[in-house]
């Protein structure tokens, strides 16, 4: 799965938020300044060159767009990413990290532990 910029990540979320729409419903979501609803629209057509997005057509030149990812498969797979590049796929090694850190506390690790084991 290819990366999202800032501006697609931001895009997305209003997807994922409030499911299929319009370019000018996506556009009435943002605050001002705005963007240009070009620009929106730009950015959408990058996002399902990239397999985010897809549309149906409502007629020859208007369309609802639709996140084709869901957020928690982006998560997942963007952590896979992280873990892979910087961490040679050592996912003991990210814990370890987080842990010396201080991002994740003992006591937060062993309930991380408690919780794995109760599944």
Do not use: C
């Not at 605050?31 to 020859?60: D, M, Q, Y």
């Not at 997942?76 to 992280?82: A, I, P």
């Not at 370890?96 to 994740?104: M, P, R, S, Y």
Request: charged fraction near 35%; avoid cysteine.
């Amino acid at each position: 799965m290819k990366s999202l910029t800032a501006k697609e990540e931001e895009i997305m979320n209003h997807f994922w938020e409030n499911g299929e729409m319009k370019i000018s419903e996506l556009h009435a979501l943002y605050k001002e300044p705005r963007p240009h609803v070009n620009t929106l629209g730009t950015l959408v057509k990058i996002l399902e060159e990239k397999g985010f997005v897809g549309h149906k057509a409502l007629s020859p030149r208007n369309f609802r767009y639709f996140a084709k990812v869901t957020k928690d498969g982006y998560r997942k797979n963007s952590l896979k990413d992280v873990v892979d590049k910087f961490f040679d796929k050592d996912y003991l090694g990210v814990v370890n990290t987080l842990v010396k850190d201080e991002k994740i506390s003992l006591d937060e690790l062993k309930e991380l532990i408690k919780m794995v084991e109760g599944q």
